[in-house]
C-alpha cells in the first residue's frame, strides 16, 4: 500500500509556532518576575527585621547592664508593635563564665509552644535567615562598644506567600489574556496571508471546471504567491496554445492525416516539457523555502552556542589534531611492524613524535578542563566548606607551596606580613583559593613583560575581622575596565587563554562564602591594591 503522507496547512504551523512562542515567552517572564519579586520581598522582611533588632536592642540595654528583669518585663511594649512576630530572646553575657543566659523571653500567644534557645547558634543568624515558615535573626548588644548580650527575634513568612499566591495568580491570569489577544491576532493575520492563496486554488478550479484557459490569475501581494501565479498564468497560456494547435490540427485529420499524427506527438512531447518546466520550478520554489529554514536555524543555533564554543573550541581543536596525528604514526608503525620492515630509527621518530602528541594532548585538554572547571566554580557553595580553626601564616605558606612549581622560574618576589600564632575560625577553603587567584593574576597581567616584580602580603586582625592587604607593583588596570573587574568574563587576554573569571572567583569567595568585602584600587603604572575584610572568631 502507499504510504499516507500527512500535509500541514500552513494556517496550522502559523497559529501553532507563534502561540508556542508567546506561551514560552509569558512562562519565562512569569518565571522571572515571580523570582524578582520574591527576592524583593525576602530582602524587605530580613531589613525589617534588623531594623526591630536594632530598636529592641537599644531598649533593653540598660536592663541587661543593670540585670533589672523584671524591670524589662514590666516596660517591654515594642514587642506589641513588630508586625508579624512569633518569638524573641534576649540574652545576657556572663562575665564570669563568657556564656550566654535566657534573660528575657516572648512568644506571640500562650497557645503557642516555647523553642529552644538560640545562644549557641550565634555563628549562623548573625544574618537573617529564612526557614520553611519563619525568619529569624540574632542582633548582638553592645555597651561602650562591648558586647553585653544578644536579642533574638523570629517572625512569620505567612504574609509573604499570600502575597507570593496573589502575585502567582494575577499573572498568569495576564498570561490567559495575554494568549487569547495573541490567538484573535493570529488568526487575522492568518486570514490576510492565505488570501491570495485561496485565490489562486479558486482560479485553477475554475478554469479546470470550464476549461477556459482564457482566465488568468491576477497579480499577488507577496512575492512566492506572485510567481506561482505567472507559473500557473504560463501553464495556462501554453494549454491554451496547444489546444488551439490540436483543434487546427483536428480539422485536416482526413487530408493530412500522417502529418497530424507527427505534430500530435511534438504537441504533446512539448506539453510534457512544459509541464515538467512548472513542477522543476515548484521543487526549486520548495527547495528555496526549505533553505531558508534551515538558515533560520542554523543562525539562531549559532548564536546560542558561540558564547560557549568560542572559550574552549582552541584547546579541544588543538587535541583532535595532535590525537589524529598520532593516530597516523600509530598506524604507519603498525604497518611496518606488519610488514617486518620497521627500522630503529623509525621506532625512534615515532616514540619521540608520540610523546609531543601526547603531551600536546594533555596540555590542551588540561586547558580545557581548566577552563571548564573555571565556569564550574563561579557559582560558590557556601555549604560546601566547614568552618574551623587554623593558623593564617601557615595557610598563606600553604598557598606558596602549592604555587612553588609556577613560581620557582620566575623573577618575582612575594613578601608576607603576618603576625605568627594568629589563629582564627572561619573557611580555610575559600581563603586559600582566593589567594592562589591574586597571585596569579598579579602573575599574569601585573607582571607580564616585565624581569621584576614584588607582591606584599600584609594580614592583621582588626577587632571581629581579618583585614587582608594584597599589593603588587605591576603595570596596575586601566581605568575603563576597573569598575568591572569583578564581572565574569571581563579580561584583557580574550583570545590568549583568559577566561574573565579568576577576579570573579575571589569577588563570590570573598562575598559569599566568607561573607567579607573587596575593593580594588589601581592606578596604570604603579600597581594594583586590593583590601579584603571578612569576620573572624
Given at each position: 500500500?502507499?504510504?499516507?503522507?500527512?500535509?500541514?496547512?500552513?494556517?496550522?504551523?502559523?497559529?501553532?509556532?507563534?502561540?508556542?512562542l508567546v506561551i514560552a515567552s509569558c512562562m519565562v517572564n512569569l518565571v522571572f518576575i515571580?523570582?524578582?519579586?520574591?527576592?524583593?520581598?525576602?530582602?524587605?522582611?530580613?531589613?525589617?527585621?534588623?531594623?526591630?533588632?536594632?530598636?529592641?536592642?537599644?531598649?533593653?540595654?540598660?536592663?541587661?547592664?543593670?540585670?533589672?528583669?523584671?524591670?524589662?518585663?514590666?516596660?517591654?511594649?515594642?514587642?506589641?508593635?513588630?508586625?508579624?512576630?512569633?518569638?524573641?530572646?534576649?540574652?545576657?553575657?556572663?562575665?564570669?563564665?563568657?556564656?550566654?543566659?535566657?534573660?528575657?523571653?516572648?512568644?506571640?500567644?500562650?497557645?503557642?509552644?516555647?523553642?529552644?534557645e538560640k545562644s549557641n547558634e550565634i555563628n549562623n543568624l548573625l544574618n537573617p535567615r529564612?526557614?520553611?515558615?519563619?525568619?529569624?535573626?540574632?542582633?548582638?548588644?553592645?555597651?561602650?562598644?562591648?558586647?553585653?548580650?544578644?536579642?533574638?527575634?523570629?517572625?512569620?513568612?505567612?504574609?509573604?506567600?499570600?502575597?507570593?499566591?496573589?502575585?502567582?495568580?494575577?499573572?498568569?491570569?495576564?498570561?490567559?489574556?495575554?494568549?487569547?489577544?495573541?490567538?484573535?491576532?493570529?488568526?487575522?493575520?492568518?486570514?490576510?496571508?492565505?488570501?491570495?492563496?485561496?485565490?489562486?486554488?479558486?482560479?485553477?478550479?475554475?478554469?479546470?471546471?470550464?476549461?477556459?484557459?482564457?482566465?488568468?490569475?491576477?497579480?499577488?501581494?507577496?512575492?512566492?504567491?506572485?510567481?506561482?501565479?505567472?507559473?500557473?498564468?504560463?501553464?495556462?497560456?501554453?494549454?491554451?496554445?496547444?489546444?488551439?494547435?490540436?483543434?487546427?490540427?483536428?480539422?485536416?485529420?482526413?487530408?493530412?492525416?500522417?502529418?497530424?499524427?507527427?505534430?500530435?506527438?511534438?504537441?504533446?512531447?512539448?506539453?510534457?516539457?512544459?509541464?515538467?518546466?512548472?513542477?522543476?520550478?515548484?521543487?526549486?520554489?520548495?527547495?528555496?523555502?526549505?533553505?531558508?529554514?534551515?538558515?533560520?536555524?542554523?543562525?539562531?543555533?549559532?548564536?546560542?552556542?558561540?558564547?560557549?564554543?568560542?572559550?574552549?573550541?582552541?584547546?579541544?581543536?588543538?587535541?583532535?589534531?595532535?590525537?589524529?596525528?598520532?593516530?597516523?604514526?600509530?598506524?604507519?608503525?603498525?604497518?611496518?611492524?606488519?610488514?617486518?620492515?620497521?627500522?630503529?630509527?623509525?621506532?625512534?621518530?615515532?616514540?619521540?613524535?608520540?610523546?609531543?602528541?601526547?603531551?600536546?594532548?594533555?596540555?590542551?585538554?588540561?586547558?580545557?578542563?581548566?577552563?571548564?572547571?573555571?565556569?564550574?566554580?563561579?557559582?560558590?557553595?557556601?555549604?560546601?566548606?566547614?568552618?574551623?580553626?587554623?593558623?593564617?601564616?601557615?595557610?598563606?605558606?600553604?598557598?606558596?607551596?602549592?604555587?612553588?612549581?609556577?613560581?620557582?622560574?620566575?623573577?618575582?618576589?612575594?613578601?608576607?606580613?603576618?603576625?605568627?600564632?594568629?589563629?582564627?575560625?572561619?573557611?580555610?577553603?575559600?581563603?586559600?583559593?582566593?589567594?592562589?587567584?591574586?597571585?596569579?593574576?598579579?602573575?599574569?597581567?601585573?607582571?607580564?613583560?616585565?624581569?621584576?616584580?614584588?607582591?606584599?602580603?600584609?594580614?592583621?586582625?582588626?577587632?571581629?575581622?581579618?583585614?587582608?592587604?594584597f599589593q603588587d607593583d605591576g603595570i596596575g588596570v586601566d581605568e575603563t575596565i576597573e569598575?568591572?573587574?569583578?564581572?565574569?568574563?571581563?579580561?584583557?587576554?580574550?583570545?590568549?587563554?583568559?577566561?574573565?573569571?579568576?577576579?570573579?572567583?575571589?569577588?563570590?569567595?570573598?562575598?559569599?562564602?566568607?561573607?567579607?568585602?573587596?575593593?580594588?584600587?589601581?592606578?596604570?603604572?604603579?600597581?594594583?591594591?586590593?583590601?579584603?575584610?571578612?569576620?573572624?572568631?
Open positions: 500500500m502507499p504510504t499516507t503522507i500527512r500535509i500541514w496547512s500552513i494556517r496550522r504551523i502559523f497559529l501553532l509556532s507563534i502561540i508556542g515571580s523570582q524578582q519579586n520574591i527576592a524583593s520581598y525576602h530582602k524587605l522582611a530580613a531589613d525589617d527585621i534588623k531594623y526591630w533588632a536594632e530598636e529592641l536592642a537599644d531598649e533593653s540595654k540598660s536592663y541587661l547592664i543593670s540585670s533589672d528583669r523584671q524591670s524589662l518585663m514590666d516596660n517591654m511594649t515594642i514587642t506589641s508593635r513588630i508586625p508579624n512576630l512569633n518569638y524573641v530572646h534576649i540574652y545576657q553575657l556572663n562575665n564570669q563564665s563568657n556564656k550566654l543566659e535566657l534573660f528575657y523571653s516572648y512568644k506571640r500567644s500562650e497557645r503557642r509552644s516555647a523553642i529552644p529564612f526557614k520553611d515558615n519563619y525568619l529569624e535573626y540574632m542582633y548582638p548588644i553592645k555597651a561602650d562598644e562591648e558586647v553585653v548580650g544578644f536579642v533574638y527575634l523570629q517572625s512569620s513568612k505567612e504574609y509573604i506567600t499570600l502575597i507570593t499566591d496573589k502575585l502567582l495568580t494575577t499573572s498568569i491570569l495576564i498570561m490567559f489574556i495575554i494568549l487569547l489577544v495573541t490567538i484573535f491576532i493570529v488568526l487575522q493575520l492568518n486570514r490576510y496571508i492565505s488570501a491570495p492563496y485561496l485565490t489562486l486554488v479558486n482560479t485553477v478550479q475554475a478554469v479546470a471546471r470550464q476549461k477556459n484557459f482564457q482566465q488568468r490569475c491576477q497579480a499577488m501581494p507577496y512575492r512566492e504567491a506572485d510567481i506561482l501565479a505567472r507559473n500557473i498564468n504560463i501553464l495556462f497560456a501554453r494549454m491554451e496554445k496547444h489546444i488551439a494547435q490540436l483543434d487546427a490540427a483536428e480539422q485536416q485529420s482526413i487530408e493530412h492525416s500522417s502529418e497530424l499524427e507527427d505534430k500530435i506527438n511534438k504537441r504533446t512531447a512539448a506539453l510534457k516539457e512544459s509541464n515538467q518546466e512548472l513542477l522543476s520550478t515548484l521543487e526549486k520554489m520548495h527547495q528555496f523555502q526549505g533553505q531558508l529554514v534551515e538558515s533560520e536555524k542554523m543562525a539562531s543555533l549559532g548564536d546560542m552556542v558561540a558564547g560557549v564554543a568560542h572559550e574552549v573550541n582552541t584547546p579541544i581543536g588543538l587535541g583532535v589534531t595532535a590525537s589524529t596525528l598520532l593516530a597516523d604514526r600509530i598506524e604507519e608503525v603498525t604497518t611496518a611492524f606488519e610488514d617486518k620492515s620497521l627500522k630503529s630509527s623509525q621506532l625512534k621518530k615515532f616514540l619521540h613524535e608520540g610523546g609531543e602528541n601526547v603531551a600536546i594532548i594533555y596540555r590542551n585538554l588540561n586547558r580545557a578542563a581548566d577552563l571548564i572547571s573555571s565556569f564550574k566554580k563561579v557559582a560558590v557553595d557556601q555549604s560546601s566548606e566547614e568552618i574551623r580553626s587554623f593558623d593564617v601564616k601557615e595557610l598563606l605558606s600553604e598557598a606558596l607551596l602549592t604555587l612553588r612549581p609556577q613560581l620557582h622560574s620566575l623573577p618575582y618576589i612575594i613578601d608576607i606580613d603576618c603576625p605568627s600564632k594568629l589563629i582564627i575560625n572561619s573557611k580555610p577553603g575559600p581563603l586559600n583559593q582566593i589567594l592562589i587567584n591574586l597571585i596569579m593574576n598579579s602573575i599574569i597581567h601585573g607582571f607580564e613583560g616585565r624581569d621584576s616584580g614584588k607582591i606584599t602580603i600584609t594580614v592583621m586582625p582588626l577587632s571581629n575581622q581579618l583585614n587582608m592587604l569598575n568591572k573587574v569583578f564581572e565574569p568574563f571581563t579580561t584583557t587576554k580574550r583570545g590568549e587563554g583568559g577566561s574573565g573569571l579568576g577576579l570573579h572567583l575571589v569577588y563570590n569567595l570573598v562575598t559569599q562564602a566568607l561573607g567579607g568585602t573587596i575593593v580594588l584600587n589601581s592606578e596604570l603604572g604603579k600597581g594594583v591594591t586590593i583590601e579584603i575584610n571578612f569576620p573572624i572568631s
